[in-house]
Every structure is written in C-alpha cells, then in structure tokens.
T-cell receptor
Framework: AQSVTQLDSHVSVSEGTPVLLRCNYSSSYSPSLFWYVQHPNKGLQLLLKYTSAATLVKGINGFEAEFKKSETSFHLTKPSAHMSDAAEYFCVVSFTGGGNKLTFGTGTQLKVEL | DVKVTQSSRYLVKRTGEKVFLECVQDMDHENMFWYRQDPGLGLRLIYFSYDVKMKEKGDIPEGYSVSREKKERFSLILESASTNQTSMYLC??????????FGPGTRLTVL
C-alpha cells in the first residue's frame, strides 16, 4: 500500500524568507512523486514531478523538491517566498502497477505575510 | 493545453435527489478520475475509468456511481444525495507519465 504524509497542515512565512513544506511517503515500489498547488477558488496545478530521473526536481515559480529515498521524503522548497505563493499545496504519490491511482496528502496551507 | 471542464461550478440539491456531475476532456486521454475534496482530508478517489465503459472503484465509492459512454465524457452520479455528500468534486484526466490535469471543480451542497 502507498501513503503520503504532509507533516504540517499550516505553514506561515514572511515574504522573502525560505519556504519548506514537508512530505514523507510510503510505497512498496519505486514511486512517482508530485507536488500540486491550489490557489483559492482555482483548480489544482502541477508544480513539479519526480519520476526516477534526477533526484532534485525543479518546478514552476521557483519551487524545487528533492527525492531522498533513504529518508522517504520529498520536501518542497523555495528560497524566497512571494505573496502570490499563498495557497494550499498537496504532495502526491503514485507507483507503477498502482492501478493508475494517485494518493494525495491532506494538504499544507501556506500563508505568506508582509 | 489540456482542458478539463465540469458542468457546474456550484450546485445545490435536496436530500434524496439524483445528482449528475459531468466532466468533459479534450485531449483524448484514456484515464479519467473523480475525487472529492474536503478540508483536512485532501483529495479522495471515488471512481476512475481507464477506457470507455470501464470503471473501477476508488477509495470511497459508496453512494456514488459513474458512467463513461464516450471517451471524452465521465459522469459521476449520486443516486440519492445525502448531506454528507456536500463537498467539492474534482474531475481529472491522466497522461501516460502519471501527470493528472484537473477541472475547476463543482461545489455541491446537499440540503
């Protein structure tokens, strides 16, 4: 079985400071991992994905994530937060042979303050 | 760009009514999905379909059914709506490399 845990339901940062959103996964097979973002009243948008190539993955809007197999983690980072980054972020896991299913984390609400 | 559209952004229904939520995609993707999104629970898979007339139960199929008569259209049906089905419903399609594209969602309120 596969599962994903987002360690923080809410994260608050000041504009211009680094962002860290934490995600741990459990999967019996080689996983594919994703981060999606959902802005208020908008649909989910793919930020970045890991599919067994480079372990450091760069996404849109300056976000990146590092796949660490030994720690079963896929944390999302950004060097400098912007007000427009305020949104809900979902870590997602899938694996080959998983019946095309994605498993979503419960989400992390990012708040960016002036 | 992949476009996934859902028939309504907001819907209000009464307990016991039959409810149809429609989803249409324009990219010829074989795989389509229905999720519900609730605060603190993330997205939970209700049903998915990997081909016309094919369907599989997701994690929370109880109280729901689906229909896929054409490749581009995937319908979610609430046979008899209940108040605990008040939620945001999201439709998605999937590419071959697991990436999913989501529709804007339908916020359903059951009174």
């Amino acid at each position: 079985a596969q599962s994903v845990t987002q360690l923080d339901s809410h994260v608050s940062v000041s504009e211009g400071t680094p962002v860290l959103l934490r995600c741990n996964y459990s999967s019996s097979y080689s996983p594919s991992l994703f981060w999606y973002v959902q802005h208020p009243n908008k649909g989910l948008q793919l930020l970045l994905k890991y599919t067994s190539a480079a372990t450091l993955v760069k996404g849109i809007n300056g976000f990146e994530a590092e796949f660490k197999k030994s720690e079963t983690s896929f944390h999302l980072t950004k060097p400098s937060a912007h007000m427009s980054d305020a949104a809900e972020y979902f870590c997602v896991v899938s694996f080959t042979g998983g019946g095309n299913k994605l498993t979503f984390g419960t989400g992390t609400q990012l708040k960016v303050e002036l | 760009d992949v476009k996934v559209t859902q028939s309504s952004r907001y819907l209000v229904k009464r307990t016991g009514e039959k409810v149809f939520l429609e989803c249409v995609q324009d990219m010829d993707h074989e795989n389509m999905f229905w999720y519900r999104q609730d605060p603190g629970l993330g997205l939970r898979l209700i049903y998915f379909s990997y081909d016309v007339k094919m369907k599989e139960k997701g994690d929370i199929p109880e109280g729901y059914s689906v229909s896929r008569e054409k490749k581009e259209r995937f319908s979610l049906i609430l046979e008899s709506a209940s108040t605990n089905q008040t939620s945001m419903y999201l439709c998605a399609t999937r590419t071959g490399n697991h990436e999913q594209f989501f529709g804007p969602g339908t916020r359903l309120t059951v009174l």
